[in-house]
């Protein structure tokens, strides 16, 4: 059964009815948390947290104020990160839409910039800088060349004096500065998300996490001093945070809204992951017989890659079929396909020591991985003493921030052809 999503239209409705310059106020819901501030007093319309609840209603009602905060948090960040120079627009026609009232608008200079299906931008009659009054938020609705159609939010039959400043000064051919600040794809996803909590398949674990609570051999171990360090960094919410990300199994969601530190808790994740281990007790040898037997085995290399070859077809096979899907000629020649389908690799390490080398960070915008690329190659990780480093960063996927080039797979790309002229290369050979 497919998700039925919520429609967006009261988001956009109380996005494009807030005032930019006094409702997103980026000193109260941006500000980064500051040691001994865990107890700062949060904006009125917040409200405690509780660790379950009752119903979906129930968590939608709680969970949609701090959504509200956390997207004006968002779009004011992307004003710094993203915000473009402001076109001048010349005014074409006034329609009204449901709740919206509709400008056609079309540019007064052929310009390059380009506006997207729900991009949020600001309207001003003056120049955004001036942070002047008569302004409205705006929502792309269509754009095509030069043209393009916004939604806004007009109270015509009760106008405030501000609104009725801007209805005066809708003339058409009459000017209006467009400043786009960023898309807002990734919001309505989260909104959508929101919204749909009864038909998820983590409802039950939303609204009720202490029913999958785990035992404490359940969980990764990381190095004391690791350990020590942390505690005094992050405050007592990150710590626990932090140390449910290390259980073995399952799903760790942190949530809170803006200036409580989500971003740099996800520096401390990142630094226990890297280095956490398995539990093991200290009066057992860490492997079994077995697990030192086949610790001894050399492979050659023809050997290793033969292997490899045969666990891992769809990779080295041309026109690979997968098994499941021609069942007369899988590979393993077994009566039932789904037995007897394991092969021994050569082993790596003994698992109770083995940690992860490499991580790989998702996140739903490109300025979300990039601010989290941009904290740590700024701040750095910590390693098993507690010392902080920069790992080597690889971004992925395109429409990233000039300034985080260096770490563009790309660029590594350019660099390596640079470094070894005439020679191809393979990006499993290349290490970072």
């Not at 988001?11 to 109260?28: M, R």
Request: net charge negative; hydrophobic share 35%; glycine share 2%.
């Amino acid at each position: 059964m497919s998700l039925r999503l919520a429609p967006l239209h009261n988001f956009h409705q109380y996005l494009c009815s807030l005032n930019y310059y006094e409702d997103f106020d980026e000193e109260i819901y941006n500000a980064e948390l500051a040691e001994g501030e865990e107890n700062k007093p949060k904006p009125n319309e917040l409200q405690e947290i509780p660790l379950t609840f009752d119903s979906p209603d129930d968590y939608i009602r709680i969970w949609k104020a701090l959504f509200h905060v956390e997207s004006k948090a968002q779009i004011k960040k992307a004003e710094k990160l993203e915000a473009e120079k402001p076109d001048v627009f010349l005014l074409k026609a006034v329609d009204k839409n449901e709740a919206f009232i509709v400008f056609s608008m079309t540019r007064k200079e052929v310009s390059k910039a380009n506006y997207f299906t729900h991009d949020i931008i600001i309207v001003c009659h003056e120049t955004p800088e001036n942070k002047h009054e008569e302004h409205l938020v705006g929502l792309i609705e269509s754009s095509q060349g030069q043209e393009i159609r916004v939604k806004v939010i007009l109270n015509l039959e009760n106008p405030d004096q501000r609104t009725n400043k801007i209805i005066e000064l809708l003339l058409t051919d009459s000017e209006w500065y467009v400043q786009k600040l960023c898309n807002i794809v990734t919001l309505n996803r989260e909104y959508q998300a929101l919204q749909s909590i009864s038909e998820l398949n983590l409802r039950n674990t939303l609204l009720n996490p202490t029913d999958n609570q785990v035992t404490q051999n359940q969980y990764f171990d990381i190095p004391e001093l690791l350990t020590e360090k942390m505690s005094k960094i992050y405050n007592f919410s990150q710590i626990n945070a932090i140390k449910e990300c290390l259980k073995k199994e399952g799903v760790t969601l942190i949530q809170g809204p803006p200036g409580t530190g989500k971003t740099t808790t996800i520096l401390g994740v990142l630094s226990v992951l890297l280095n956490s281990r398995n539990k093991t007790d200290k009066y057992q040898h860490s492997t079994s017989m077995a697990e030192e037997f086949r610790s001894e085995i050399v492979f050659s290399e023809k050997e290793k890659k033969a292997l490899y070859r045969k666990a891992q077809p769809w990779i080295y096979e041309e026109n690979y079929v997968d098994w499941q899907d021609d069942r007369e000629n899988n590979p393993f020649n077994t009566a039932d396909p789904y037995k007897e389908r394991t092969i021994v690799l050569p082993p790596i390490k003994d698992e109770t020591s083995i940690k992860p080398e490499k991580i790989l960070i998702c996140a739903p915008s490109n300025a979300a991985i990039d601010e989290i690329i941009r904290k740590i190659s700024e701040k750095g990780l910590l390693d098993a003493s507690g010392n902080a480093y920069i790992p080597s960063l690889v971004r992925i996927g395109p429409n990233y921030h000039p300034s985080l080039r260096m770490f563009a797979l790309e660029y590594l790309i350019e660099k390596e052809k640079e470094a070894n002229p005439g020679k191809q290369l393979k990006i499993s050979k290349m290490r970072y």
